[in-house]
């Protein structure tokens, strides 16, 4: 991309904040270039975000049913899957799924419920509830 052609769409996403994004300047040397933004990736971002959003809200309602622990919610409230939190925390998909289960959860080793909370930063109090309303 030439510097001539870096987006400057004054992203909502970016909060004010300018992305550096590589392009060629008129002797064809990559250089660096602030960037404001770029429609689409704000619509894909924003897109995101609700799917994010969507996901939390279906986690807290199975938690508050009783389908799943709070360890669930959490994983989604700090905006990781699965794949994402076996990676944080070094444990497998199928131990987790295990811990997902309310019975399972509220036995939990110490040990076990640390490394949760290091890698979703929390605390153990709050990973052991469920917040009463979500933010919308």
Request: negative net charge; contains cysteine; charged residues 35%.
């Amino acid at each position: 991309m030439d510097i001539k052609n870096v987006p400057q769409d004054e992203s909502q996403t970016y909060a004010d904040v300018k992305k550096a994004i590589y392009a060629k300047d008129d002797d064809g040397k990559v250089k660096t270039v602030r960037s404001s933004g770029w429609d689409v990736e704000e619509i894909v971002t924003k897109q995101a975000l609700e799917d994010i959003n969507e996901s939390v809200k279906e986690a807290y309602e199975e938690v508050k049913s009783g389908q799943k622990s709070t360890l669930y919610y959490h994983m989604f409230a700090s905006r990781m899957d699965l794949t994402v939190l076996s990676q944080s925390t070094g444990f497998f998909k199928w131990g987790i799924k295990k811990d997902f289960k309310p019975k399972v959860f509220a036995n939990i080793k110490e040990k076990r419920l640390l490394i949760y909370c290091e890698a979703m930063g929390v605390t153990p109090q709050e990973i052991k509830i469920l917040p009463e309303v979500i933010d919308e």
